[in-house]
C-alpha cells in the first residue's frame, strides 16, 4: 500500500490562481492585432495625409537648407501661386522642391537684365530670394502656363534646375506630391514653411 504525503504550506484556495491558457493565448493575440493595426494606421496616415521628406541640394536657399526635413501633405490639396512643392520629376525619377511662380493661363516673363520675375506684367515681390534672377535657362520667355502645369523656380534662383529649363519645364498637376508646410529638423527651424 502507497501513502501520500500531504505537503504544508498553502491550501488550494489560497494558491495564486493562473489565467486558463485560452486566456493567455487570447491577451497575446489582442496585442498582436492592436499593433499591427496601429502600423497600418501610421503606414496609410504616411502615405495619404502626411508625407516626410529631407531636402537634397540648395536650390531652396535661403528659404530651405539642404538636409532640412519637412512634412509634405498630398492630401486635398489646391496648388496656388507661392506654395513651396514637392514634385515628381520624370527625366530621373527624383523628388525636386521648388515655389509655384505662376498657374494655368498666367504669363511668366523674366527681365534678365534686373533679374526680375513678372506674372502677367507684375513684378513678383519675392523677399525669399538672396539674389537676383540672372541663369536663362533653355526655355522661351514670355512663356504662358499650360492648361493643367504650373511653373516653377527654386528660390535659389541661379542654382536651381527648374521650370526655364526643358529639363524640368512646366510641372504637370499630377506630378505635385504635394505642399511642403511644415519644418521638423533642424529643431531651430521648426516650424511652417513659408
Not at 498666367?106 to 538672396?130: A, K
Request: proline share 6%.
Amino acid at each position: 500500500m502507497e501513502h501520500a504525503v500531504a505537503q504544508r504550506g498553502k491550501s488550494p484556495s489560497q494558491m495564486p490562481k493562473r489565467a486558463p491558457a485560452g486566456a493567455l493565448y487570447r491577451e497575446f493575440f489582442s496585442w498582436v492585432e492592436t499593433i499591427v493595426l496601429s502600423l497600418v494606421a501610421v503606414s496609410l496616415v504616411f502615405t495619404f495625409v502626411v508625407r516626410i521628406i529631407r531636402v537634397d541640394g540648395d536650390s531652396m536657399l535661403p528659404t530651405l537648407q539642404n538636409n532640412n526635413v519637412l512634412l509634405i501633405s498630398p492630401f486635398l490639396y489646391e496648388v496656388e501661386q507661392g506654395d513651396i512643392v514637392v514634385l515628381n520629376s520624370h527625366e530621373d525619377e527624383k523628388l525636386y522642391i521648388k515655389r509655384v511662380i505662376a498657374t494655368e493661363g498666367q504669363v511668366v516673363n523674366i527681365d534678365f537684365d534686373s533679374g526680375t520675375v513678372f506674372v502677367d506684367g507684375v513684378p513678383l515681390d519675392e523677399p525669399y530670394i538672396n539674389e537676383a534672377t540672372a541663369l536663362r535657362g533653355d526655355e522661351p520667355f514670355p512663356q504662358t502656363v499650360q492648361p493643367g502645369h504650373y511653373f516653377v523656380m527654386g528660390d535659389n534662383r541661379n542654382h536651381s534646375e527648374d521650370s526655364r529649363f526643358s529639363s524640368l519645364g512646366q510641372v504637370a498637376k499630377q506630378d505635385i506630391v504635394g505642399e511642403a508646410y511644415f519644418r521638423l529638423l533642424p529643431f531651430g527651424g521648426f516650424g511652417k514653411v513659408g
